[in-house]
């Protein structure tokens, strides 16, 4: 049985075909034409609106889509029967060989896997790309032939995986995010970013920010075997990776690799260390230093996380719609070298504005809100910043950005918050703001 009908779901059950299970994919919601047409092309059974609950308690395995949580009533009810239920990336680990390059944290998981894979396929890997992003990992294992898989995994991935092994697992950082899947305690969230590093041996390899005291914490409590390559901003790593105080970037596995940050392709601190964790990744595969120094600085970031869109009258304009928690802001604003417009809010999931007031103080000359509640931003900035206002659609905030940056100043969507009470997702909302841009 497969629960969930998406990109996962259904490359699940193109592997499940090819290796001979009896098939059958069940969708509470609404299956999207493309994924039925791909169902029935395969002569696989599938219901959407409901779960047969008596059908679902006769599998012998159930696959689930990471966005089901554990404490819905189907999954309560498969495991009082105790029947196993695993993740599409548990699943597709089953029928591959191919060595794996795990990349898990709060923030920065999309570009950091990107650039990875970026890295390897340039040095001339046969390597795939897969997990949170892209094509479905199980659809890759039972169509393609790779030696390695980049993979960006999420915290409700993780949950669901058990006999998986990372061959070099990533840990970038943890920070509260989607602490309503997680008895809203930070301790489970934190144990579920370390199932990353489960199974792994002597001969793998666990990179991790050093900087981030919840990870040292949860090093410090756990007995690892695997190889530590920790990565730091402020202090010097000998195995591993560090920046120096004349801002050069310096990886220490086998050889030394140095290059200056002024040369990275992506800017900001958090880039920085994004940059660091892919580089000692792929000089832990021996891949070329100057491969490696081509490829962090030639790479082109992913489409709506601090995406450039346009420079108009002097004044640029960046999307980073992807920004959907506090902490992603936090890493926008730090990046921005000009007084900054920035336009904020949309669904809030918790969010703590107090992190992001230093940053607003020093770097935020007025606050658009484009959110159907914007009361809590209010609440949190207005003795911060002068202007705030409020806009209920992108093109009505882009003209008020226009209006309120001058020439050499920056206008910033990054609007720390869900996109679904004006927009689809946050895909559907940066393209409307990149629309609005381009119609000035």
């Known amino acids: 049985m497969i629960l969930g009908a998406g990109e996962s779901g259904v490359g699940t ?33 599938w219901e959407e609106g409901t779960h047969s609950m008596e059908r679902l308690l006769s599998a012998d395995l159930v696959v689930k889509s990471p966005g089901i949580p554990n404490t819905a009533a189907s999954i309560v ?13 548990e699943f597709a680990g089953y029928y591959t060989a191919a060595k794996t390059i795990c990349i898990t944290g709060s923030n920065g998981k999309t570009t950091t896997t990107l650039m990875t894979h970026h890295i390897l396929k340039k ?15 199980a659809k890759q294992v039972a169509r393609e032939n790779y030696d390695w898989y980049v993979l960006e995994l999420s915290s409700f991935q993780l ?15 943890i920070t509260p995010d989607h602490l309503d899947r997680y008895e809203y305690k930070m301790e489970n ?16 390899w666990f990179i991790y920010n050093a900087d981030d005291k919840v990870i040292e914490e949860g090093i410090n409590k756990r007995t690892i075997t695997s190889n530590l390559a920790p990565f730091s901003l402020t202090k010097e790593i000998a195995q591993g990776g560090f920046v120096n105080n ?19 392709a992506l800017k900001g601190k958090h880039n920085t260390q994004n940059s660091l964790a892919s580089g000692i990744a792929s000089r832990i595969l021996e891949i070329r230093k100057e491969a490696v120094r081509d490829s962090l600085s030639d790479f082109v970031n992913v489409e709506h996380r601090l995406e450039f869109v346009a420079k108009v009258h002097g004044i640029e304009f960046i999307n980073d719609s992807k920004a959907t928690n506090v902490n992603s802001t936090w ?49 949190a900035f207005q003795n911060e910043v002068e202007t705030i206002v409020e806009a209920s659609t992108a093109l009505e905030a882009v003209a008020y950005g226009y209006r309120l940056a001058k020439k050499d100043e920056t206008v910033l969507l990054s609007p720390a918050c869900a996109s679904f009470d004006l927009f689809e997702n946050y895909e559907h909302r940066g393209n409307e703001f990149k629309n609005a841009v381009r119609s000035l």
Request: net charge negative.
């Open 331 to 379: 890493f926008a604003l730090e990046s921005m070298e000009h007084p900054t417009v920035w336009i904020v809010g949309g669904v809030d999931k918790g969010n703590d504005y107090s992190e992001l007031l230093s940053l607003v103080k020093d770097k935020v000359k007025a606050i658009i809100c484009l959110g159907k509640d914007n009361a809590k931003i209010f609440e």
């Open 159 to 173: 949950d669901d995986m058990y006999e998986f092994k990372a061959d070099i697992a990533i840990l970038l950082n």
């Open 123 to 137: 040095a001339g890997l046969n390597v795939g790309l897969a997990g949170n992003i892209g094509e479905s990992f």
């Open 77 to 89: 009810a498969l495991k009082e029967k105790k029947i196993k239920v695993i993740s599409e990336i």
């Open 246 to 264: 004349k801002q050069q970037l310096t990886i220490n596995i086998k050889e030394q690799f140095t290059m200056s940050i002024h040369d990275l």
């Open 189 to 204: 969230y934190a144990d579920s970013k370390f199932r990353v590093i489960q199974n792994q041996t002597n001969s793998d």
């Open 13 to 45: 059950a193109i592997l499940a075909k090819k290796e001979g299970w009896n098939v059958f994919v069940s969708d509470f919601g609404v299956i999207k034409e493309k994924f039925k047409i791909a169902l029935d092309q395969l002569a696989v059974e």
